[in-house]
């Protein structure tokens, strides 16, 4: 069996070889060519990878799994019609888009002078990252606003809000939605010009689901307008080529790497070689990787005598990711964007670090643990 995989894909390498002749390429460089001239089966792919009728035709894949959350890349119904099983790794980077998103907040609150506690937080999309996301703001002692309309319908969630109310309501309104070109639930340009119409004055945007879902230039003159008071901008329309201005306009601008933690790229790596073991009768149904690389140091030591409980939740949060870092990158070589990605830096998620306070605080603990941290407490420091 041959398989065709993209080279991105950390921790693949070694995987599959006792059981395939494996083909690593670039996302872009896997082409109904390449296909055809290695007669491969199966494909693990990106997003990068469009899995349509162009590339699959008069091929013998019948399998296609994409490491990561979101699937609009493949044509679902001609995988479909043509007995091509596919699969995606629904969740598998939820706690590092949690992780980036707390960043952002952290970042924006210190930057604009506000408190966390006394902002509403609308989160547009409540699945597997959306609801992380909450958890995320509920530690952070913001109020949500939770819009989910395919939940609501499937489980009539009486939590769940209209997007006109988070429109009304809300100060900080992020997104989490995959993206949708058509139907009931379109999510395509879902912020347009009427939606940055109805926010309130001053509202700050995050949008780390799918560059689509904000018309651009919509946003832009919102922007301008002073309507939206900042964007946090992690993916774009037409990436990797991206527009520059609203690159200038966004507070905080980082080249689609908010899933980008190691646990979350091995997590993706992990649900695909899993789904193709089951689908080929591999028997590696439970491999993991070998090894998760490490930080250097994974203990936060907090003097947290005097402080606030938000003050030590902001100090652990940024000690285990400061987004500026991948801002600065981004804003120094846009035109590396992709290499950006391919190359990003470790990091590593909340659960891999000790946080160690020096005096009794239960209600910081027991947030720091509700956002995945381990806590130690009375240690001199």
């Known amino acids: 069996m041959v398989i065709i995989a993209d080279n991105k894909i950390p921790f693949l390498n070694g995987a599959l070889e006792p059981f395939a002749d494996v083909v690593y390429a670039s996302g872009k460089d896997i082409t109904n060519e390449l296909i055809r001239q290695t007669d491969a089966e199966a494909l693990i792919i990106r997003t990068r990878t469009k899995c349509n009728h162009e590339l699959l035709r008069e091929t013998k894949v019948s399998f296609i799994a994409t490491a990561t959350i979101g699937y609009d890349h493949i044509d679902t119904d001609y995988c479909n019609k043509n007995g091509i099983f596919w699969t995606n790794a629904p969740g598998c980077n939820s706690s590092s888009v949690q992780q980036y998103i707390a960043s952002a907040l952290v970042t924006l609150a210190n930057n604009m002078n506000f408190n966390l506690r006394d902002k509403t937080l609308g989160v547009v999309g409540v699945g597997n990252v959306g609801s992380k996301v909450v958890r995320l703001a509920e ?125 979350g790229k091995a997590n993706g790596t992990t649900m695909s070689v899993r789904a193709l073991s089951r689908f ?14 490490v930080p250097s140091k994974t203990t936060i030591h907090l003097k947290s005598r005097g402080k606030s409980d938000d003050a030590i939740i902001r100090e652990a949060i940024m000690a285990t990711y400061n987004i500026m870092d991948d801002d600065a990158r981004l804003r120094g070589s846009v035109e590396t964007f992709e290499k950006q990605r391919g190359s990003y830096p470790l990091r590593r998620e909340f659960h891999v670090y000790d946080v160690f306070l020096s005096d009794e605080r239960p209600d910081t603990i027991k947030r720091l643990k509700k956002l995945g941290f381990k806590v130690n407490n009375n240690l001199n420091t």
Not at 159 to 176: A, G
Request: glycine share 4%; charged share 20%.
């Open 139 to 263: 530690a952070l002692n913001m109020t949500v606003i939770m819009n989910d309309p395919p939940r609501q319908r499937k489980e009539n969630h009486c939590q769940m809000r209209s997007l006109d109310t988070v429109l009304i309501e809300c100060d900080i309104i992020t997104f989490h939605v995959p993206l949708n070109l058509e139907g009931t639930d379109k999510t395509f340009h879902m912020a347009d010009t009427s939606f940055f119409e109805q926010v309130r004055s001053g509202t700050i945007i995050i949008n780390s689901s799918r560059g689509e879902v904000i018309e651009s230039t919509a946003l832009k003159q919102a922007v301008k307008s002073g309507k939206i008071a900042a964007a946090v901008l992690d993916v774009w329309e037409n990436e990797p080529v991206i527009d520059k201005e609203l690159m200038s306009l966004a507070s905080i601008a980082t080249p689609h790497i908010a899933g980008y933690s190691a646990d």
């Open 280 to 293: 080929f009768n591999l028997g590696i149904d439970d491999w993991v990787p070998a090894e998760i690389p």
